[in-house]
């Protein structure tokens, strides 16, 4: 403990790692905990990437772990994690991205930058040192080659606060490395997709258990769910979202017969329960003849599209095979009604419907 009429020259630094919930960023982490640095962690809440949402709907993920990984990890590590909602901020990222998209609607590039520079704000708000993350040269197409690793610390303003332990060796010397901080012959010159050797470090720091492949869980970076925000827009005639669409666009069957409007069919019970929760906010129909799945209208149907939307959902419940089967509707602020309708045949719905 420093003597108090000593000017203490080893206080403590302090540093905030970006937690995805993955292992690289817990191995990043832990690299510079290791060197006696305070660390926190922080996570940023897009709505992307909510990985055990699904796992805790679908009956074909219930054996996945029901947790928020990132809380996880902050708990493995011993250390404090904050949770900041970027929910709102984040949508100019996603629908107006500098550096363009990846394979599918993924803006990794700007995201990084964004959320190093968010970081960069809580650091000089909280009084920290410096940044943190779980950055692993060439392990990622977009964000994470050796030169865009330069533009995501400029960009973001965090320029040399930016530490990136899993990789350090291959870039040049950060100020934490320049002062002492952190010894940077302690950390690591990790490059390209393979997982050996963080796996091999995980066994060094003794976790066994850890998120695969490569954390994270962003839903922009799969083709289907992409897909699906791409048709939501084309069909809005407008880039934007709320929350509830994010959700939404995870469970189900998305069925398009019409511009102007599309089904949402829940594929098990799981997605069924969870559906009506938006029972309140979309027309939505059940098979009332039959057992049947629970489906929710998006758009402005009209009574011939409400029609075909009823033979539709029949189509995916018991009485497919029916000659008739009879449909319960109910519209926000109206009463229940009920009409009846042949089930469409399956080879009768055309593959370009399906979103």
């Known amino acids: 403990m420093c003597d108090e009429q000593v000017i203490c020259m080893t206080e403590q630094k302090k540093a905030v790692a970006l937690i995805s919930g993955g ?15 305070h660390v926190e962690g922080i996570n940023f809440f897009t709505g992307f990437c909510v990985e055990g949402h699904t796992h805790a709907i679908r009956k074909k993920d219930k054996d996945k772990p029901k947790r928020n990984n990132s809380l996880w990890v902050a708990e493995q ?14 949508k100019d990222v ?37 940044i943190i993350t779980g950055e692993v040269m060439g392990q990622r197409p977009m964000s994470q080659r050796r030169e865009t690793m330069p533009i995501v610390a400029e960009e973001s303003g965090a320029d040399e606060l930016l530490l990136r332990p899993l990789c350090a060796q291959n870039l040049p010397a950060t100020l934490p490395e320049k ?14 997709r393979s997982r050996k050797p963080q796996m091999a470090l995980a066994e060094q720091y003794g976790f066994v258990e850890y998120s695969q492949p490569a954390g994270g869980c962003c839903f922009l970076t799969d083709e289907k769910y992409s897909r699906k925000l791409v048709d939501l827009w084309q069909a809005r005639g407008e880039k934007d979202y709320e929350l509830d669409d994010v959700m939404l666009l995870k469970v189900g069957r998305h069925i398009r017969p019409k511009q102007n409007f599309k089904l949402i069919v829940a594929r098990e019970e799981g997605e069924a329960r969870f559906m009506q929760g938006y029972k309140n906010d979309f027309i939505n129909m059940n098979c009332a003849s039959h057992r049947g799945p629970l489906a929710l209208i998006d758009g402005k149907p009209s009574e011939e599209d409400l029609q075909l939307a009823g033979q539709i959902t029949a189509r995916y419940g018991q009485g497919r095979d029916a000659e008739q089967v009879e449909i319960s509707i109910r519209e926000p602020g109206k009463e229940e009604r009920k009409i009846a309708v042949k089930p469409l045949p399956q080879n009768e719905i055309p593959k370009e419907w399906f979103v």
């Open 23 to 37: 292992l690289d960023s817990m191995l990043a982490a832990k690299a510079v905990m290791e060197q006696g640095v």
């Open 77 to 90: 590590l011993g250390i404090k994690l904050h949770i900041i909602d970027i929910i709102e901020e984040y």
């Open 94 to 130: 996603l629908i107006n991205p500098k550096h363009g998209y990846g394979a599918n609607m993924n803006p990794c590039l700007d995201c990084k930058i964004f959320m190093v520079n968010k970081a960069r704000q809580w650091v000089q708000e909280n009084g920290f040192d410096f």
């Open 179 to 192: 002062e002492g901080w952190v010894d940077r012959e302690k950390l690591f010159d990790f490059s390209g």
